[in-house]
């Protein structure tokens, strides 16, 4: 075990992976001599060659498009899209191409792409530096979305993504790559090295897609979350004292739909928290769903904590951001009832 | 804009639309149409520097004169016996597309597009190819998979989703995927395929293989982002791909001066991306087959990329949803300065002495039986239009190597409601 950086939990994974299997390739822009603007990919063209890590044209259609035709000669490609912001050229080859080959071609081709993409706020990043368009992404059939909380998590879901046979979408929360942020920003941030998530097994370890993370154990209030909103919503509870159960999702796509119906089950409250807007945010499936299983458990109208229907803001980045304040209110609204 | 924006002592500017010469009803004159004589295009060592050959892009690569002899540097001396399989490939292919075209309109299936006029530019290039050289075909490349002699039976059964389409109903008809023929199952969606091959290419170059790639689009798509993301990566790595262009004037409705053939060639596209292009008589069998060889070996001698445009007419409608008579002259086809492919194919074969009509006749009553044979076979495997031939649970299959738990409760969900329907 080894103390790492989210960065350095990603790189592990890619560097792991590699070594494993020669046909896993890496790809992106300034990804190459650089090591990606990150960090992430650091290093490892010095130890896998040329030919496996390079840095790409600026082009995201064609980063993947060139990815979808890699898989067709057997490889599987990690192209890294610089920022999720930036993703949107890339919607065709992932949204028409990557993920309906093996439908469409009734699995004679099929696209084992994972797309690394850092996303989310909280880093002044303006309105093309801040964006979580995960929900684009779920609502693709042939998708599999995931979003990790923390080194170690970063590293067995990356892993696992990968090797998996289905295009995965991989968002990296950035404003958690060198340590958990609780939504205090005037706060200094604390290390990932003060936490015990960031002790990383330094070989091969997968976390299953589709397995959610029980954080924390509650039984007033399920609250639901994943990437840099699991810190929040933690800070939330230390803070406030409610018991809450608290859902590290991990997996957006396939979901755990156990774990959430176990829990709201149990007790009989629901808050969603997300980053991204709220509007067909994943945030409104996660509420259909708790509605559709655990109707009859619900003892309060379920919540949904999340960045306003604006784009991301500059100077008003922390009236965006759905921090602590917003989530307590809520935590108190779901708890009057 | 209101008089009062106006600036009287500027002038006024004026936004330019294209506008194809001849619409429904006008006659048809292509006297002022230059076609380059046969043999007039030099032929470059496959290893040239791109830069020196730049002014390929705008001459027109023919091998076959007004008289059906081969001529020129480009006439790749190909034996009787593979010219005569390439004239009956796309005999085949012709007999094909007229019979699903009828299917269509008999209502036994939703949907076809024939190639018709365009035969040598899928055909030539499949014989110039390896086998297993990964071809990144558009909608119109039938010809791809008839040339690598891939049964026509499955073919149609993908037309009719019948029991018999191994992709199980899902893709419209004529979008095929053929893995063993190395070919790549087709889109729908523009130049997608476009940075795949590409991607393959590079993919085999890394791996020190000998394959090659081959991608295939229309003119109009050439305006799509995925295009031009595709030969910046093909020239950025070298890639052994050869990107093709078929011109056939016309991208539905809208003629090639929407994609920008008023300013220049398509071939032209290559300069600005410092790779070689080529520009080829696409109804010359021989000359599609010749640039495709030459673009091969570069290719395979890891001199790069080569954009190929193929200079055709789409003698047809778009597809069977099209019209074509509601926005071109109906003369245009048939004054075509270039020809059909087939006649003129077949025109050199009997100017050489290997062919005569007598021949002709009876290779197109072959291949007009092989077809409706390979129909009754596919037919019995049923239709589209004769009913559902597909399990409903294949629906869900295929959507993730493993099904996830949401698609196997909508799946029960579906199965509760048809029984609970009663159907």
Known sequence: MTSMTMIQAINSALDVAMGADPKIVVMGEDVGYFGGVFKATEGLQKRHGKTRVFDTPITECGIIGVAVGMCAYGLRPVPEIQFADYIYPALDQIVSEAARLRYRSAGEFIAPITVRSPFGGGIFGGQTHSQSPEGIFTHVAGLKTVVPSNPHDAKGLLIAAIEDNDPVIFFEPKRIYNGPFDGHYDRPVQPWSKFAESEVPEGHYTIPLGKAKLVREGGDVTILAYGTMVHVAAGVIAETGIDAELIDLRTLVPLDIEAITSSVRKTGRCVIVHEATKTSGFGAELSALVQEHCFHSLEAPVERVTGWDTPYPHSLEWAYFPGPVRLGEALKRVMRD | ?423
């Open chain 2, 1 to 423: 804009m209101s008089d009062e924006s106006a600036r009287p002592n500027l002038r006024a500017l004026s936004l330019h639309v294209p506008e194809p010469k001849f619409r429904p009803g006008d006659a048809v004159d292509f006297s002022d149409f230059a076609i380059p004589p046969a043999g007039s295009v030099a032929r470059p060592d496959t290893a040239v520097d791109a830069g020196e050959i730049k002014d390929h892009v705008y001459g027109l690569i023919r091998v076959l004169d007004e008289e059906g002899r081969a001529v020129g540097p480009w006439d790749p001396k190909l034996a009787p016996e593979r010219l005569i399989r390439m004239l009956r490939h796309m005999a085949l292919t012709r007999a094909f597309d007229d019979r699903m075209y009828r299917a269509q309109r008999q209502g036994k299936t939703s949907f076809y597009m024939k190639c018709t006029g365009e035969e040598a530019t899928s055909i030539g290039a499949a014989h110039a190819l390896d086998r297993d050289d990964m071809c990144f075909p558009s909608y119109r490349q039938q010809g791809l998979l008839i040339a690598r002699d891939w049964p026509i039976v499955d073919m149609m059964c993908q037309i009719y989703s019948n029991r018999g389409d191994r992709l199980k109903g899902r893709q419209l008809p004529i979008m095929y995927s053929a893995k063993e023929a190395s070919f790549f199952t087709i889109s729908g969606n523009l130049t997608t395929q476009y940075p795949q091959a590409v991607g393959f290419a590079m993919a085999s170059a890394a791996a020190g293989d000998t394959r090659i790639a081959a991608a295939w689009c229309g003119e109009g798509s050439t305006a799509e982002g995925d295009f031009h993301s595709a030969m910046t990566f093909a020239s950025v790595y070298r890639a052994p791909v050869i990107l093709n262009v078929i011109n056939n004037q016309w991208a539905i409705s809208s003629y090639s001066g929407f994609a920008g053939a008023e300013a220049t060639t398509f071939a032209a596209r290559a300069v600005g991306y410092g790779m070689a292009g080529l520009r080829v008589d696409g109804n010359d069998a021989l000359a599609v087959y010749a640039a495709t060889e030459w673009a091969a070996e570069r290719a395979r001698g890891n001199h790069g990329p080569t954009l190929i445009e193929h200079f055709t007419y789409r003698a047809e409608g778009h597809s069977t949803s099209d019209d074509p008579t509601k926005y071109r002259s109906a003369e245009e086809g048939v004054k075509w300065p270039l020809g059909d492919p087939i006649a003129r194919l077949k025109g050199h074969l009997i100017a050489i002495g290997a062919w005569d009509e007598d021949r002709h006749a009876a290779m197109d009553r072959e291949v007009a039986e092989e077809v409706r044979a390979a129909q009754k076979q596919a037919e019995k495997l049923g239709l589209l239009s004769d009913g559902l031939k597909q399990p409903f649970d294949s629906m869900f299959e295929d959507v993730f190597e493993e099904m996830p738990w949401h698609l196997r409760e909508q799946m029960a969900q579906m199965k509760a409601e048809r029984e609970a329907a009663g159907l």
